[in-house]
């Protein structure tokens, strides 16, 4: 949001506020106040006219004004009602050399998750993607991904939702089968891409996809999704989308306290599972997962170190 403009709001937010006294607190004219009124006015804020001066007295329910509007993080927010992808959209602004901004959108059209895989975004939902340019070696960036695993757990489960992570990148609602994927349904997803040199990351893009006011009717069966609004009924995507903005800033400050962080919300340690790696299939029990993301399965005859693959969840073995 513009400063003066972000500076008008919050002198609204303290009540009613003339527009000469407005303009001799933020020291522009009246005719400035007025235009940034109107602009605030045209990006639904609903802002009074009264005699004791303007006041605001409704904040729009999403958009980029709105998500900005009592952020508590330095982050500057775009928004688009429609748009492809909003990976795609960050990775442009990195190469404008853009940085800590979020793209945020109410539907996608071509929005994609890992392996190139289709991902459903309709309209209800909360389509976010995070640019950051983290002063870490490009061994590191995994850390983000669980960052956002994290970010989006909290919020989901300070909305009344019992959300659960699964490695490496999905937050899950769990269903009555506790043991396996069966009653596993999907909250959201992850994808992370980055671009770096050897030694230093030049940016990394985390992509958010978070099925909020949707039916679940309205995306696809085969992804056996869970919704906040299924879960918990219509949720402030403004304030939600605020949340995780706002855990995700707090844990990228220190990487290396993620790890415990997602430990604490895993529904994948201590389960057996099936992991389809590059280098071929790991069967085991998920024993821990280290720093930058690793996942640690104990096949029963040694433990290997998993950094990346499609991870299932299987019916422990019963002696």
Avoid at 64 to 72: C, K, N, R, S
Avoid at 199 to 213: F, H, P
Wanted: aromatic content about 6%.
């Amino acid at each position: 949001m513009q400063e003066t403009r972000e500076r008008v709001l919050d002198g609204l937010t303290d009540g009613p506020v003339t527009g000469p006294e407005l303009a001799e607190r933020l020291d522009v004219s009246r005719a400035a106040v007025w235009k940034h009124v109107e602009a605030l006015r045209e990006e639904g804020f609903g802002i009074a006219s009264r005699d004791e001066g303007y006041e605001l007295v409704e904040v729009p329910e999403f958009g980029g004004a709105a998500v900005e509007y009592g952020l508590e993080a330095p982050f500057d927010v775009e928004f688009h009602d429609s748009i492809p992808s909003t990976n795609a959209r960050a990775r442009d602004l990195a190469g404008e050399g853009a940085a800590d901004v979020a793209v945020l959108a109410d539907e996608q059209t071509g929005g994609r998750g890992r392996l190139d895989r289709a991902w459903s975004s309709p309209s209800g939902g909360i389509w976010l993607s995070l640019l950051v340019r983290p002063d870490v070696p490009p061994a590191h960036a995994p850390a983000f991904t669980l960052a956002a695993a994290v970010a989006v757990t909290r919020a989901a489960r300070e909305a009344g939702v019992d959300a659960r992570i699964k490695w490496p990148n999905d937050v899950v609602v769990a269903g009555e089968d506790a043991e396996s994927d069966d009653g596993e349904r999907k909250l959201a997803g992850i994808l992370t891409e980055m671009e770096g040199e050897a030694d230093r990351v030049s940016w990394v893009v985390v992509g958010t996809g978070i099925n909020a006011n949707l039916e679940p009717a309205a995306l696809p069966s085969e992804a056996r999704p869970a919704t906040l609004l299924d879960e918990v009924g219509a949720v402030d995507r403004r304030l939600f989308t605020q949340r995780v903005v706002e855990a995700f800033d707090e844990l990228r400050a220190d990487p290396e306290s993620v790890i415990q962080a997602w430990k604490k919300h895993a529904t994948t340690l201590g389960k057996r599972v099936r992991v389809d790696t590059p280098a071929g299939e790991v069967v085991g029990d998920a024993v821990d997962i280290e720093f930058p993301g690793t996942l640690v399965v104990d096949t029963g005859e040694e433990r290997v170190q998993v950094t990346a693959g499609d991870c299932e969840h299987l019916r422990p073995i019963v002696d």
